[in-house]
């Protein structure tokens, strides 16, 4: 048997779980940090996903087999730098590859150094430079702190003004910390957005089926950004066509130019994109599975995860089958009201019995003393179905979720609706 540890402790680690766990050699699987909800599925382990030295110690002292380190922090802290030096076989990239998301003047420097497209921009690190360039720069200006921002580190500006208090918001008064010492001031593009993860050896990279993030808090895509509210799968705006055209315009240059680089990416490589009137163009890469793209995508995938992960480590993807079944997948998330602003915690949550092709999957949750399961976070489930269709998936995850008992939960009525217009 395979003793694992899975690093993190949100929704997207639930469903890389619960997918794990499909393969009969798993034995053990520790979590560090999990949460309440994944501890039905795993051993959770307190050692925060950012404890580089305690995820180190514990896949020592209990001599894990594999390692699977999923959130951004650890991958550019180094965590699987760490892992490999112990000869622990990891899924996840090395910090020198990590910096693809780390970074994102090194993600842009990258894709003009090597042709691949992307929206126009210049950088600044320091305040008087970026504020002479935004008083004619095109608007809207796209504004992005260079460093990890919880994914809150882009601002649209739609007036000069506006870009200016962003920039003095990023700079001076760093209210994203360091991560705002420099500043991207990029052209704004336009059209459907579409999320690519893609498994990569550095040599071989196979994507997953494409997905759709809902990133709005409201129906409508109103309302403040959020982490993500829901997501399917796949994509429709993302044809055979364009997935052609990203292969060979996107993807793959991208991981021939980090192996050019010396900085071989192993592991999921994300592509945020947009379909401009133009092509696709990139507009973040991230290092690891997306949240909750993962709980769209990892549903529909009929081959072992765990082999496709090894394989990954090996460097062998190319031996390596990796099948997505037919059909769609639909997942609502269910996030604490207020979110993402100020929120409350510690409502009782109940779920419903399992269903076949229902995956409820806890992001945000702990376990009390006397066993009950309550709220403890933003974004508290995440509730997924596959069908043969996706009409028929959004409807399912919407039955499934109404089923949930949780006073304090809200979700979006509308996740998939964009995506089932195109296809009418
Ligand atoms: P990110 O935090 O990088 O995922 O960006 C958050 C969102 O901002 C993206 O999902 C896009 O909707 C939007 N965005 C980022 N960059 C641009 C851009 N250059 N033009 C238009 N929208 C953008
Ligand atoms: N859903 C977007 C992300 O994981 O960054």
Redesign the pocket.
Request: hydrophobic letters at 45%.
């Given at each position: 048997m395979l003793d694992l540890m899975v690093v993190g402790g949100g929704g997207r680690e639930h469903a890389l779980i619960r997918a794990l766990k499909k393969n009969p050699r798993v034995g053990t699987v520790y979590v560090l940090p999990g949460n309440g909800g994944i501890a039905a599925d795993g051993q959770c382990v307190p050692v925060a996903a950012t404890d580089i030295d305690g995820i180190v110690e514990f896949a020592r002292t209990h001599r894990v087999d594999f390692a699977v380190v999923a959130p951004d922090d650890p991958l550019v802290l180094g965590a699987v730098d760490r892992l490999e030096e112990l000869g622990i076989p990891c899924f996840g990239p090395r910090a020198n590859a990590a910096m693809i998301e780390g970074s994102k003047v090194f993600a842009k420097n990258l894709m003009k150094k090597y042709g691949i497209p992307t929206?126009a921009y210049a950088v600044f690190d320091a305040l008087e430079p970026a504020l002479e360039y935004l008083k004619t720069a095109p608007l809207p200006s796209?504004i992005k702190a260079d460093g990890l921002a919880l994914?809150k580190?882009?601002i649209?500006a739609q007036t000069r003004d506006e870009a200016e208090a962003a920039v003095r918001a990023m700079m001076e008064d760093k209210i994203f910390g360091q991560s705002g010492s420099r500043v991207v001031i990029?052209?704004?593009?336009t059209g459907p957005?579409v999320s690519v993860l893609a498994f990569t050896d550095g040599q071989t990279l196979v994507p997953m089926v494409s997905s759709m993030d809902h990133?709005r808090a409201g129906d409508g895509d109103t309302g403040p950004?959020t982490g993500g509210m829901g997501t399917i799968a796949p994509n429709p705006f993302y044809t055979d066509a364009m997935a052609k055209v990203c292969m060979d315009t996107i993807f793959l240059p991208t991981i021939r130019a980090m192996e050019a680089e010396g900085r071989p990416f192993r592991g999921c490589l994300y592509f945020?994109l947009m379909l401009t009137p133009q092509g696709p163009k990139v507009?973040?890469y991230n290092c690891r599975f997306g949240d909750p793209e993962t709980q769209v995508v990892l549903p529909l995938l009929e081959s072992d995860l765990l082999t496709v992960m090894q394989a990954v480590a090996a460097g062998t993807l190319d031996r390596t089958p990796v099948k997505f079944r037919a059909g769609a997948a639909c997942c609502v998330v269910i996030a604490s009201k207020g979110y993402p602003k100020k929120y409350e915690s510690g409502f009782e949550i109940v779920l419903p019995p399992p269903e076949p092709d229902r995956e409820i999957y806890v992001a945000g949750a702990k376990r009390t003393e006397d066993g009950r399961l309550v709220s403890a976070g933003g974004r508290v489930l995440g509730v997924t179905a596959v069908a043969d269709t996706l009409e028929q998936a959004v409807k399912a995850a919407y039955a499934y979720a109404d089923q949930v008992e949780f006073s304090n939960g809200f979700f979006r009525r509308d996740i998939g609706q964009r995506a089932l217009s195109v296809l009418k």
């Open positions: 929206a796209v994914g580190g882009v649209i990029e052209e704004f593009l957005e990133k950004n945020g507009i973040e």
